[in-house]
């Protein structure tokens, strides 16, 4: 089944600095969303992103989609210490339910 | 504020034991979902639900049941607990038009089985 994979697996960053994580999947899509996971809680949706869509803002984070490549990215500007979490996107094509990437753990240094 | 609502945050159940997790919405979502998250395996799919009363298997279905007698209760059910069922579970719901909304999720429910 496809499946988003996000990349890199880990990255730490001085507070302040801009965060950039990638997401490749394989086969066509209806929409991919970014969600963001704290240390042992659940999963927060943060932004989706439609198929027919290039770029999307959301506060600090901003995605865009390249539907050619098959690839996302996710940049959060000017981090925070409260930005440190595991990131994972999530491919939703017309089937009934979407799948999840391993993730991303992101670590904001102070 | 919209939630997702699990009955526990950890759990600790015995080899052989019936198991069961709830999870309660009120955002009038119609599909629920079961997913387990384990390191490096991300989150698989268990069980996910698209109407009361129906039920669909995902891509870890084994040793699992659920049970959705009403729109807004999915309850998945460890029918004889075994130690490598040990994980972290994820209940979440969405709108059946996922095309502008995303998966609401709950806190999850750290489940030891010793």
């Known amino acids: 089944s496809q499946q988003g994979e996000e990349d890199p697996q880990a990255l730490s960053i001085q507070e302040g600095e801009n965060a950039t994580m990638n997401c490749s999947y394989k086969?066509?899509?209806?929409?991919l969303q970014w969600y963001r996971q704290n240390s042992g809680r659940g999963l927060v949706h943060l932004i989706l992103?439609?198929?027919?869509?290039r770029e999307k803002h959301s506060g600090r984070l901003r995605v865009t989609l390249d539907t050619s490549k098959k690839s996302s990215s996710l940049l959060i500007t000017a981090s925070r210490a409260a930005d440190t979490a595991s990131y994972f996107c999530?491919?939703?094509?017309?089937?009934?339910?979407?799948?999840f990437g391993k993730g991303t753990r992101l670590h904001i240094l102070p | 504020d919209v939630k997702v609502t699990q009955s526990s945050r950890y759990l600790v159940k015995r080899t052989g034991e019936k198991v069961f997790l709830e999870c309660v919405q009120d955002?009038?979502?119609?599909?629920m979902f079961w997913y387990r998250q384990d390191p490096g395996l991300g989150l698989r799919l268990i069980y996910f639900?698209?109407?009361?009363?129906?039920?669909e298997k995902g891509d870890i279905p084994e040793g699992y049941s659920v049970s959705r007698e009403k729109k807004e209760r999915f309850s998945l059910i460890l029918e004889s607990a075994s130690t490598n069922q040990t994980s972290m579970y994820l209940c979440?719901?969405?709108?059946?038009?996922?095309?502008?909304?995303?998966?609401?999720f709950g806190s999850g429910t750290r489940l030891t089985v010793v």
């Open positions: 979440a719901s969405s709108f059946s038009d996922r095309d502008y909304y995303g998966y609401t």
């Open positions: 086969t066509s899509i209806n929409n």
């Open positions: 992103i439609r198929s027919n869509e």
């Open positions: 999530a491919t939703d094509n017309r089937d009934d339910k979407i799948i």
């Open positions: 955002m009038d979502h119609e599909n």
């Open positions: 639900s698209y109407d009361v009363k129906m039920k």
